[in-house]
Antibody, heavy 121, light 109 residues
Framework: QVQLQESGPGLVKPSQTLSLTCTVS??????????WSWIRQHPGKGLEWIGY???????DYDPSLKSRVTISPDTSKNQFSLKLSSVTAADTAVYYC?????????????WGQGTMVTVSS | SYVLTQPPSVSVAPGETARMTCGGN??????VNWYQQKPGQAPVLVVY???DRPSGIPERFAGSNSGNTATLTISRVEGGDEADYYC????????????FGPGTKVTVL
């Protein structure tokens, strides 16, 4: 079965770039049709989709974050990464990676355990 | 943007039925997914495509969707069902394509 694991710094300074990696096991990130998302959850709040990268290399980002977000693959390591630039305290959240069977109305059917990122000097 | 509404909380006694709604404009025309999130854990998909259950999710979890309201029903509620539940849709024409509801906290009395 597919498993996802997030990793990266738990503390990032304001104005810097947040960088996280999601390591996938049990399937290939290049598997036909799959898309791989990043989703975050502010402390005590609901869920917010950040963006995805699909098996084809196609990406899509939430318009509210699009100017600051890059999601990219590393097929040699079966990983995909999130970079969020110019962070502020408002970017403090738990960040999850999640799998989708395809873009569009497919659900987020497998999630990583999440990693807490705090933006503070 | 497309907005989903959920009641903040639902309380239910063990063995009873919990029903929680997810409201949205003509949500019946969309495919609704439901996620369960227990404290300190990642969300888990419990219902997708309005009514389908992933492997391993008990039949006690059932979804429906019509008009402006989608509903998640949990029958024969157990203590382990206490969690936050989020509905989610894909709204192609929205400025936020993947939308989550604010969540409903289910408390088992």
């Amino acid at each position: 079965q597919v498993q996802l694991q997030e990793s990266g710094p738990g503390l990032v300074k304001p104005s810097q770039t947040l960088s996280l990696t999601c390591t996938v096991s049990g399937d290939s990130i290049s598997s036909d049709g799959y898309c791989w998302s990043w989703i975050r959850q502010h402390p005590g709040k609901g869920l917010e989709w950040i963006g995805y990268i699909c098996y084809s290399g196609a990406t899509d980002y939430d318009p509210s974050l699009k100017s600051r977000v890059t999601i990219s693959p590393d097929t040699s390591k079966n990983q995909f990464s999130l970079k969020l630039s110019s962070v502020t305290a408002a970017d403090t959240a738990v960040y999850y990676c999640a799998k989708m069977a395809a873009a569009g109305q497919e659900p987020f059917d497998v999630w990583g355990q999440g990693t807490m990122v705090t933006v503070s000097s | 943007s497309y907005v989903l509404t959920q009641p903040p909380s639902v309380s239910v006694a063990p063995g009873e039925t919990a029903r929680m709604t997810c409201g949205g404009n003509n949500i019946g025309s969309k495919s609704v997914n439901w996620y369960q999130q227990k404290p300190g854990q990642a969300p888990v998909l419990v219902v997708y495509y309005n009514t389908d259950r992933p492997s391993g999710i008990p039949e006690r979890f059932a979804g429906s969707n019509s008009g402006n309201t989608a509903t998640l029903t949990i029958s024969r509620v157990e203590g382990g069902d206490e969690a936050d539940y989020y509905c989610q849709v894909w709204s192609r024409s929205s400025d936020h394509p993947y939308v989550f509801g604010p969540g409903t906290k289910v408390t088992v009395l």
